[in-house]
């Protein structure tokens, strides 16, 4: 009989400590793997074959790491350099599967993070995809077209090596949008000679791309919050909620929310946010829209519309009393101080749309007091609908839209099933426990199954 193996507070700090000395400098890494280490290490000592075989060692140490230059033309002739990652994380699953970020912030540590996240958030869609992150230091915002598509081309040609419809399928991300997936597949068309529509995911309806991917991840956050306050008899319905960010996701968060019935109060960019008590209705909404998506312009500006509304600059939102918040902008967004402001003002739940917007102090107290949902468990709607976009592509067709959410709002009522699963308490749900262990099993089951 295989030897029982003791995880207590001790092992965890000495396999962090190992996981640092090997993983130098790389915070945002260690806080992830320390965050689903919490949860999962507990869970083995109660399940000592996966201590036999190592397995969750073996997840937090990637399959390969590209790192390679990327040289591209200025409008003024100047060549210019940054570096390009591609992170593969884990492929027990099936084809390595993660987004890529062009932001000034992207080093390894962010993309390690994001893949080990990743890895579980795959995992829990129930989909056959494994995972995988990537990206570049550049940054899109002041850059012209022409210079996008320039730096797009170079990326390309050395990130197709590295990539294919049964190998890594990558997709978009913060700086990474519709138009920025023209311009890799065309690359990759033109490099390749082939058409391989699942090669990328995200992309445009007229070559290959899936109906409401740009609205899947907010979309998915709102029914995740659905979903648990429905563990109390209640909805989103008549609750006033408080959503940061307003890009991509929030704005399509803030979307299902106002379709299910509940009053957004507030969103943000990174100069401030705005508050409008009477809320952000679709005629609002449409106007912050045309605000970030065609104007780029700053949120500040929704009030020279909408007078009764304020502005806070250099403030987030969760000062304001709301029954629920979301958090869609970037990570570590909402820190201790603001999530006991948000349980003083009676918030009854918090759903992660973006990825690890809670610092973990965030995290241990609200998973305590309030229902809480984790970015890998709440926002892998984006990854899911990712996932049915490459079975259109292989099957050839495409579903439509209706389909499409129905699909979706069944994936995001299983992951909310597996997570009360793996981690019921006595009389509360503690969803951070049960998405990395439901993520872990899933993984390691096949992991084993693959052999050392």
Not at 74 to 79: A, F, N
Not at 284 to 296: E, P
Not at 310 to 332: E, L
Request: hydrophobic fraction near 40%; charge should be positive.
């Amino acid at each position: 009989m295989a030897k029982k193996t003791s995880y207590d507070s001790t092992h965890i700090k000495n396999f962090m400590a190992g996981l640092v000395r090997r993983n130098p400098h790389e915070t945002e890494f260690h806080q992830a793997v320390h965050e689903v280490a919490g949860s999962v290490m507990p869970f083995i000592r109660e399940n000592p074959r996966y201590a036999d075989h190592i397995v969750f060692e073996r997840m937090t140490e990637p399959d390969r790491v590209f790192i390679f230059r990327v040289l591209w033309e200025d409008e003024k002739g100047q060549v210019r350099a940054n570096r390009g990652y591609r992170v593969q994380f884990n492929n027990a699953l099936g084809p390595y599967k993660g987004g890529l970020r062009f932001h000034p912030s992207v080093n390894l540590s962010i993309l390690k993070f994001l893949g080990f996240e990743q890895t579980f958030k795959n995992a829990l869609t129930n989909l056959p995809l494994g995972a995988a992150k990537g990206g570049a230091d550049f940054n899109p915002r002041g850059k012209s077209d022409r210079e996008i598509l320039r730096f797009c081309k170079s990326f390309m040609l050395e990130l197709f090596h590295h990539i294919g419809p049964n190998i890594d399928v990558p997709a978009g991300d913060i700086g990474v949008g519709e138009r920025e997936v023209g311009y890799l597949f065309g690359q990759y068309k033109r490099i390749t000679g082939e058409f391989a529509s699942g090669v990328l995911t995200g992309k445009g309806l007229s070559f290959g791309g899936s109906l409401i991917r740009r609205e899947a991840t907010g979309f998915g956050a709102a029914f995740f919050a659905e979903e648990m306050l429905a563990t109390r008899g209640e909805s989103l319905e008549g609750k006033k909620c408080i959503v940061s960010g307003s890009g991509n996701v929030a704005q399509h968060c803030a979307e299902k929310i106002i379709a299910l019935g509940g009053r957004v109060l507030t969103m943000s960019d990174s100069d401030g946010f705005i508050h409008d008590p009477q809320g952000i209705g679709e005629e609002q909404l449409r106007h912050i829209m045309h605000l970030k998506n065609n104007k780029r312009a700053r949120i500040g500006e929704y009030l020279s519309r909408y007078k009764k509304a304020s502005y806070h600059p250099g403030k987030r939102p969760w000062i304001v009393a709301a029954d629920a918040a979301f958090p869609c902008a970037t990570q570590n967004e909402l820190d201790k101080k603001d999530a006991e402001t948000l349980v003083k003002n009676k918030c009854a739940a918090v759903a992660e749309g973006a990825n690890m917007p809670s610092s973990e102090s965030a995290v241990n107290f609200l998973r305590r007091k309030i229902l809480f949902a984790p970015a890998k468990a709440a926002n892998a709607g984006g990854v899911a609908i990712s996932g049915l976009e490459m079975s259109q592509n292989s099957l050839r067709l495409s579903w439509n839209e209706k389909e499409m959410e129905s699909r979706l709002r069944d994936i995001m009522r299983e992951i909310h099933s597996q997570c009360a699963k793996y981690g019921a308490r006595k009389n509360r749900v503690d969803y951070v426990d049960g998405a990395n262990i439901a993520g872990f099993v899933r993984t390691a089951e096949a992991m084993l199954a693959h052999g050392v």
